[in-house]
């Protein structure tokens, strides 16, 4: 079931955006435009988590921060115009448990937000691979890159994780074909490569020169668990 955010934000358009970013990044997403809207839908439903601006036009926002940690322990990422680092220091000291400054890229906002919610017991650590850059959550079935989410096929996540969780050894195609029993199987095995393109054109700042998903000539491939 996907994780379910509030998100306290009064600017309509910027909202709009994020349920859209987010709701991509497998969120399902409720919006509030203002504290009191905020209070009152945590008072009636679960949330894992939420996104809440400060300048909120009925409350400020380190307001509703202090209320909802008065009575939970909900992660709570703080979106700030705000120049003054004392009002970051006072959201942090109210519990919230990271701030981004407005004007913000949405993959950044996404990743912290996944961060604080691993911190606070989201996705079981055993669920979650991190390579760099790369994170695979198994339990969600997604691939992020930079903290983007990436699209990936039912078997070519399965190829992945296969890959990511043998990282350092050499496997060959009979192998991962082995190894993804149970999944959909082309019909040869060739296929494997071009699965392979397609995860490394996703994966590589080079897909043609590949860091990450490397081929051993004659013998398979091997996921590297480290790059230069």
């Known amino acids: 079931m996907a994780e379910h955010l509030l998100l306290v934000e009064d600017d309509a358009r910027l909202a709009e955006m994020l349920q859209d970013y987010l709701g991509q990044a497998g969120f399902r997403v409720t919006a509030a435009a203002s504290g009191a809207d905020a209070l009152q839908r945590l008072a009636t439903a679960h949330y894992q988590a939420m996104v809440l601006d400060l300048m909120l036009p009925d409350m400020d926002g380190l307001d509703v921060c202090r209320r909802v940690r008065s009575r939970s322990d909900l992660p709570v990422l703080m979106l700030t115009a705000r120049g003054e680092p004392m009002d970051r220091i006072v959201g942090l000291e ?133 790059q230069d």
């Not at 448990?97 to 079981?124: T, V």
């Not at 994170?135 to 990936?152: F, H, M, Q, T």
């Not at 060739?190 to 490397?214: G, M, T």
Request: net charge positive.
């Open 94 to 226: 109210l519990g919230a448990d990271d701030y981004l400054p407005k004007p913000f890229e949405p993959r950044e906002l996404l990743a912290r937000l996944r961060s604080i919610m691993r911190r606070r017991g989201g996705a079981a650590p055993e669920q979650l691979l991190r390579f760099g850059r790369l994170e695979i959550d198994r339990d969600a079935r997604a691939l992020y890159v930079d903290g983007e989410l990436r699209s990936l096929t039912s078997y070519q996540f399965a190829l992945l994780v296969a890959l990511a969780t043998h990282s350092g050894r050499v496997l060959s195609r009979d192998s991962l074909m082995d190894l993804l029993k149970g999944e959909h199987i082309e019909a040869f095995d060739r296929s494997i490569d071009v699965h392979i393109s397609r995860i490394r054109a996703l994966i590589e700042d080079d897909p043609k020169r590949p860091r990450r998903i490397i081929t051993v000539r004659g013998a398979g491939y091997v996921f590297a668990r480290a």
